[in-house]
């Protein structure tokens, strides 16, 4: 038993660092922008200093950059010694990790579009209301730092931006990190395997508390909760629940409460998570009914949540071979770019912050030559300015990214050809390791297959919609069948899957 747990432990910590790598690098980069390239005053005019609009652009801004609420950690320690008020800070904290360009296009697909409009109206109430009250509470929230020199245009001044990151990747930003991480780590430990199956059903009216008890430990990416908000609307599970998962568990981790009782203190950050888990219930079950998909038959569980669960069974035959056969079938070689530069950027962070505690480097990159032979065709341009086109490109990147993450309907098509014999194979070979394993990335490949065709129509018709759920419920009945084991039901599952994937196909290739 202690040896499923320590493995349990491991893999699920491993499994939200790689999930986060790409997230908390966008953070890293974004908190160098601002340090060295924004300034402070830019800066606290892009969040609109202490004006009563602050807060709306907190949010705002939030939306659009792609990070996570493990990416966030390093941007508002930046925001912080900017002098920025404890509320604006708190609420782009809570914002940023919510939604991004990827993340609602997913969503828009998975779930009903008014719903998600729905999620993001809501969210703009819990950041700015809690935010509100929050500063009215405490109107002397806000604390400066000595601001750096600045740095000269050229070279240098991109340096500092990766020495700015990259000090945060080795220093207290890394640690605040590693305690979100552990925090869902923990999850895996405490949550026995396939727990929360039955928690959140659509007639479970305790559903949206149960998922507060356990959304502030958990760490989801905008993507990864976009997903769950898609299975729990399939299965006709609690929206209420739906919206805290989004709201708390992308929203929050622990090595944000914990900044924030460093930087705060108990009573203001006890009264902040009191005001937002006020807001947030109440929200929760204001949406929970009008927002049920009456249309559906509920399922009386779900698999969404057995992420944040135990891996394995109190009974598994040695874990540890089991935890390393899973993260190398889970794990694309793609994932492990961002992971290798996070990597990179966290050994010259500690190398910086062990070794130059004085800040040698950051002098030598703040020193202006004496002599400076001017060149003809040199245009120096304003750090706030690139700041700005960094930002923006950030944005685009990750709208542009879209396109490259939902290839076109035929791309997907063919994948999910590949993908089906796969699954179809294991189901018929009695391998149900294999064949689960399979049926959740045809499951993936069927969403995508939609975004993919919105993102380049820019609309997609309920016929096509309803093909894709077809599928995906055919796929859900023989992953049903292959746990119970029943050969004779898994065998017609695995031809009614293999005809409605030819009609998807004809309806998404032929049918547009």
Request: net charge neutral; glycine share 8%.
């Amino acid at each position: 038993m202690t040896e499923v747990l320590i493995w349990s432990f491991l893999l699920r910590l491993t499994q939200s660092l790689i999930a986060a790598s790409p997230f908390i690098l966008a953070g890293l980069i974004v908190a160098g922008i601002f340090r060295r390239l924004m300034g402070r005053e830019s800066t606290r005019r892009l969040f609109g200093n202490s004006s009563g609009r602050s807060l709306l652009q907190a949010w705002g801004l939030g939306m659009l950059l792609p990070i996570c609420s493990l990416g966030v950690i390093p941007v508002i320690r930046e925001l912080r010694g900017m002098g920025l008020r404890g509320g604006t800070i708190l609420a782009f904290a809570m914002a940023a990790p919510l939604f991004n360009p990827l993340s609602v296009l997913y969503g828009l697909t998975l779930s009903e579009p008014i719903a998600i409009l729905a999620f993001a109206f809501c969210s703009l109430i819990v950041v700015t209301g809690v935010g509100m009250v929050w500063d009215r509470l405490f109107p002397d929230s806000s604390q400066s730092e000595p601001e750096p020199p600045t740095v000269r245009a050229g070279l240098k001044r991109i340096a500092a931006i990766g020495v700015a990151a990259a000090r945060h990747a080795g220093g207290r930003s890394a640690l605040y990190i590693l305690i979100g991480l552990v925090g869902v780590a923990m999850l895996g430990v405490v949550l026995p395997a396939g727990s929360l199956q039955h928690a959140v059903n659509g007639d479970n009216p305790l559903a949206p508390l149960t998922m507060t008890a356990i959304a502030v430990p958990v760490y989801a990416t905008p993507m990864l909760a976009m997903s769950q908000l898609g299975m729990m609307f399939q299965h006709a599970n609690s929206p209420g629940a739906a919206f805290v998962l989004l709201a708390l568990g992308a929203g929050m981790n622990l090595g944000l409460v914990f900044w924030m009782w460093r930087q705060y203190g108990l009573r203001r950050s006890a009264t902040w998570m009191g005001l937002l888990l006020g807001v947030v219930l109440l929200l929760a079950y204001g949406v929970d009914r009008p927002l049920y998909p009456h249309a559906i038959d509920p399922a009386d569980h779900t698999h969404a949540f057995d992420i944040y669960c135990r891996p394995f069974y109190s009974d598994a035959v040695n874990p540890g071979a089991l935890a390393i056969e899973k993260l190398r079938r889970d794990t694309s070689p793609v994932e492990l770019y961002p992971l290798a530069m996070l990597g990179l950027l966290l050994a010259a962070g500690l190398l910086l912050n062990l070794f130059d505690r004085t800040g040698r480097v950051e002098r030598w990159l703040e020193a202006t030559p004496q002599t400076e032979a001017p060149r003809r065709l040199d245009v120096v341009v304003p750090g706030p300015i690139l700041g700005g086109v960094a930002l923006i490109g950030l944005v685009v990147a990750s709208i542009v990214g879209c396109y490259a993450y939902y290839p076109p309907p035929a791309e997907v098509l063919e994948e999910m050809n590949i993908v089906k014999a796969e699954a179809l194979g294991a189901a018929l070979a009695d391998d149900p390791e294999q064949a689960t394993y399979w049926i959740e990335i045809y499951d993936d490949w069927s969403r995508k297959l939609e975004v993919g065709a919105f993102l380049r129509d820019w609309k997609l018709s309920d016929y096509h919609r309803i093909k894709a759920r077809i599928l995906r419920e055919q796929l859900e009945l023989l992953e049903h069948e292959i746990e119970h084991q029943d050969r004779e039901e898994i065998q017609q599952l695995v031809a009614r899957v293999s005809r409605s994937q030819g009609r998807l196909r004809t309806a998404f290739i032929e049918e547009r």
